[in-house]
């Protein structure tokens, strides 16, 4: 079966007569357990959920690749999913490498507490070809690919053999790509790690997280660590994250379609200064990036030439909801730099495409950049 059939089909419960096609969640603190409790599969719902069970199925099958089965946990969300990586597999003492140009939060978590904790940060930039010098002792190399905001690309087969050569674990944050898009642990990875709120669930209504493994024993690091840290997803979200995921397929190839149209559109303006998009034959890693994603993503940068252009384009911007995140059905932008702590110009905007028209978008963009300063 192919992946759209099979999430699709995924969604809907055993065939009972007079019983519901889609099952709804299972709201629950404590199951039925008497007795020995070590052959019921659910007892207390820190530990596990059947409603969990169902996206972390689906998400398992998204993340498998040939010759190997993948195993999911899902946590209430991505942050919570990197944390889960870094503290199952960080003790005081272990190095890290760790990207300069990664996702704020996850970063600022490393250098703010996981060094404080004795962990040692070794910082490379996404794209430095260097990287692999200093895999040297490491415990742990983390990737992201394509960087946020950024969109740098790294080559996740060649730095996984150099990590485990240096007998370092690798994981690689998937969020903006998701499984469907590439496959970390296909490419070598250990941990397929990704945050659901993006375009896995695509509605920006959910927070959701999850790590994927093919080795049990990290399997079971990764569960001990969101059972004692309570990182639980309600079952309520996990429910509304099965049903948005099977619209993936769907939401993924109209939104990547709508990105491509519109950074080749943005390439064509006098009034854009850069334009950063996996699938431009301009963005300088665009050969990796064919061999290595089936999707380029649906998130794209653009500079223009001051802050108050940015800002006078996100407010001319009709169709362009100004907001941060990324990866819903509507089309979004920011000024990334109003946040503060990532490397990029004044003027440059991360733009999320959604599942509009392509001519309404691209009408809205040309009104917008022509009305701005
Ligand atoms: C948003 C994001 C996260 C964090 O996920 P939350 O669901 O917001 O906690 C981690 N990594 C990347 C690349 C992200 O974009």
Not at 122 to 140: C, E, I, N, V, W
Request: glycine share 6%.
């Amino acid at each position: 079966m192919r992946p759209s059939t099979r999430i699709i089909r995924s969604t809907l419960a055993p065939a009972l007569p007079g019983t519901p096609i889609h099952s709804g969640p299972v709201f629950a603190a404590a199951f039925h357990a008497p007795g020995d409790p070590s052959s019921i599969p659910y007892t207390y719902a820190r530990d596990h959920n059947p409603t969990w069970t169902g996206l972390e199925d689906v998400i398992a099958q998204m993340e498998s690749g040939p010759g190997y089965q993948a195993q999911v946990r899902v946590f209430a969300s991505g942050i919570a999913a990197c944390s889960a990586v870094f503290g199952s597999v960080l003790r005081p003492g272990d190095i890290c490498v760790y990207p300069t140009n990664s996702y704020f939060t996850a970063r600022h978590l490393m250098q703010e507490y996981f060094t404080q904790m004795g962990v040692e940060l070794r910082m490379a930039a996404t794209s430095d070809p260097f990287q692999a010098d200093l895999y040297h002792g490491a415990k742990l190399v983390w990737l992201e690919t394509p960087s946020n905001p950024n969109l740098d690309l790294c080559d996740i087969a060649a730095l996984s053999v150099a990590a485990h050569h240096a007998g370092a674990l690798v994981a690689v944050d998937n969020t903006t790509c998701t499984p469907l898009g590439q496959l970390p642990l296909a490419l070598g990875a250990d941990f397929s790690v990704s945050s659901d709120t993006k375009s896995m669930t695509g509605h920006s209504d959910l927070l959701v997280g999850h790590v994927a493994v093919r080795d049990p024993n990290l399997l079971a690091r990764i569960h001990f660590w969101r059972a004692h840290t309570g990182a639980a997803l309600g079952p309520m979200e996990a429910w509304l994250a099965h049903r948005s995921i099977a619209t993936l397929p769907l939401r993924l190839e109209r939104s990547c379609a709508n990105a491509q149209a519109i950074a080749e559109f943005l390439t064509t303006r006098q009034d854009v200064e850069d334009v950063w998009y996996p699938g431009l034959p301009t963005h300088p890693q665009h050969q990796l990036a064919k061999r290595q994603m089936s999707f380029f993503g649906p998130v794209l940068g653009f500079t223009l030439k001051s802050k108050e252009a940015a800002e006078s384009f996100m407010a001319k911007a009709s169709l362009i909801t100004d907001a941060t995140s990324f990866g819903s059905v509507s089309t979004s932008a920011e000024r990334r730099a109003r946040w503060g702590g990532d490397a990029v110009p004044d003027g440059f905007i991360r733009l999320s495409a959604g599942c509009e028209a392509i001519e309404d978008l691209l009408e809205d963009l040309t009104q917008a950049l022509d009305s701005s300063l």
